[in-house]
Every structure is written in C-alpha cells, then in structure tokens.
C-alpha cells in the first residue's frame, strides 16, 4: 500500500510538469495569465500557436534540418562504431584496447571545452554555418558511443562464427556486412534511438556552429523564440512550439521501446 502510494505521489509530480505545458501551450495567445496557469482553458489553440511559431521563427526549415542532421549523423555513427568494435574485437586488432580507449577518451572531456576549438576550426575550414559541418559533428560525437556498445556485443559473439565464414571464402568486409551488422541489429537500433533524441534535443552546437534558418537547429530556433530577437512572443506561442517539437523523440521512444529494451541487454545471440 505505502508503495503504490509512493508511486502516485513520484507519478503526479512527474505529470505536473507535462499538464501544466500542456494546457498553457492551448491558451489563446492573448490570455495567458501566470496566476491561473493551473487552470484549463475552454479553448485548445495548440496548432493554431503553433503556427504562429512557425511563422515568427521560421522553424519549418529548421525541422527539416534537425531530421536531416537526426537520421544521417546517428546513421554513419553507429556504422563507423560499429565498424571499430568489429575491427577492435573480431579482427583483433593489435593494441586494439588502446584505440578504444583513444575513441571513447573524448566523451571524458565536457563539450563546452569543443566550442571554442570547433568555432575556429570550422571558419577555418568553411563548414561554419553549412549543413555538411554539422553532420559531420553530430556524427563525430556519436561515434564513441557506439564503439563502447558494439564492442561489448561482439565480445560475446562466438569468434567460430568468423572462422568459419573465412573459411568459406567470405572477406573480412563481407563477414562484417552479411553477417555482423545483421546480428547486431538490436544494438544498433538502441544506439541510434539514444544518439537521435540527443541529436534532436541539442542546442550548444547548434548556437555555436550555425546562424540561418536552413542550418540551425529547432532547439536553436526554440531557444531565439524567446529572446530579444523575437520579442513579445506570448508564452503560449513559445510552449506550444516547444512542445510540438518535442513529440518525434516521445513517438520514436513509444514505437520501439520493445527493440530499445531489447538492445540494451545486449543479450547473446
């Protein structure tokens, strides 16, 4: 009893959140009044605020960015990941606990000590401000992590599996492509899932590394609703976009929750 009641109680005060973005994010975008936030308004107003967002801000482009810069950089990162754990593990590379570590050292060092280096490598460089730069830094940050999950899946994966496979003529390319990419479809799937909602919800590379509408961010774009830029926003046009542009990662999560549960056991096949 003492038990479910906790759990009421932790479930009530996660939800209190959610109802009060919710219902403010429906208010017409004339009424909000911060002493009545907790009380629900007669109408629901949460597309028509959510147009204005994308009005205002200009963030249908930056949508389309961020699910450029979602599906592509996790695609290539747990591609390249995985490819390093085969390499580490299955190939036997030589020393090849000390590449790991040199792959997975970076993630030790907090991203705000990138920024300044990144900014000037990129003015450099000329990726500053292009879509190209910013898949190629998304991908960059999400390849550690999936060198550290594949590597620890094919470590229990039977080395008689690639014996026999090169004894049957297969390459070391095909081996990986026709037989260890497909078996570890669990794991990557748990891989791209984590690296897509952490790509869609990031915001310092995107104020650092971009400007325009076409290569920013949605979380950038979010986050300039609410300044000086675009002053006067009501607060129900800037909840409503905040939380409209927070569904794909919740949709994603609820539609393969079962796959993501499954590849992070990292379970023996």
Do not use: K
Not at 12 to 39: F, I, K, M
Not at 116 to 133: I, N
């Amino acid at each position: 009893m003492i038990r479910r009641a906790v759990l009421i109680v932790l479930g009530l005060v996660w939800l209190g959140p959610t109802y009060l973005l919710l219902v403010n994010a429906s208010r017409p975008a004339a009424s909000y009044d911060p002493g009545s936030a907790w009380l629900p308004s007669g109408d629901f107003e949460l597309l028509a605020n959510f147009g204005r967002a994308l009005a205002s801000a200009d963030l249908g482009q930056s949508l389309a960015s961020t699910a450029l810069y979602s599906v592509v950089s996790p695609l290539l990162g747990v591609v390249i990941g995985a490819l390093a754990g085969y390499t580490i593990v299955v190939l036997r590379l030589r020393h090849g606990f000390w590449w790991f570590l040199l792959i997975f050292g970076g993630t030790v060092f907090p991203s705000q000590m990138l920024l300044v280096p990144l900014f000037v490598g990129y003015s450099d460089a000329g990726l500053y401000d292009t879509r190209l730069g910013m898949i190629l830094i998304y991908t960059a940050i999400n390849v550690p992590l999936a060198a550290f999950v594949l590597r620890n899946f094919y470590s229990g994966v039977a080395f008689s599996i690639f014996e026999a496979a090169r004894m049957d003529g297969a390459s070391t390319w095909r081996v990986f492509w026709r037989i260890y990419l497909p078996i570890s479809t669990s794991a990557l799937a748990a891989v791209f899932i984590l690296e897509f909602t952490f790509i869609w919800n990031d915001l310092i590379f995107g104020l650092t590394l971009s400007t325009t509408a076409d290569v920013r961010p949605v979380m950038t774009a979010l986050a300039g609703l609410m300044t000086d830029v675009y002053a006067g926003t009501p607060v129900p046009v800037g909840l409503a976009a905040g939380l409209v542009c927070s569904l794909p990662t919740v949709l994603l999560f609820l539609a393969t929750q079962r796959l993501f549960a499954r590849g992070l056991s990292l379970g023996s096949v």
